[in-house]
């Protein structure tokens, strides 16, 4: 589930998933509508059952998560 503290500001001041550009981040969203929206597949191998826009997704997702995670660390206080 993204959140507000999943988006930063990029260097031309769109609102964007960090570690993700502004096209990535719409590309994201599309594809995420696209596959909520679709029937799931029946699981055959992990390789059969994604789908290209699943994989594409999930390239993104991991590109996100890669770059939240040191983001979050570094933005924490303590107290």
């Not at 001041?13 to 993700?20: A, D, F, M, Q, S």
């Not at 719409?26 to 826009?53: C, G, H, N």
């Amino acid at each position: 589930m993204i959140k507000d503290d999943d988006y930063e500001l990029d260097d031309c001041g769109n609102r964007v998933l960090i570690g993700l550009t502004a096209e990535e981040t719409a590309e994201y969203f599309r594809l995420e509508e696209i596959i909520s929206k679709s029937m799931p597949l029946p699981q055959v191998t992990r390789d059969e059952w994604y789908r290209p826009e699943d994989r594409r997704w999930l390239e993104l997702y991991e590109k996100h998560e890669s770059a939240r995670r040191p983001f979050l660390k570094s933005s924490k206080t303590m107290h």
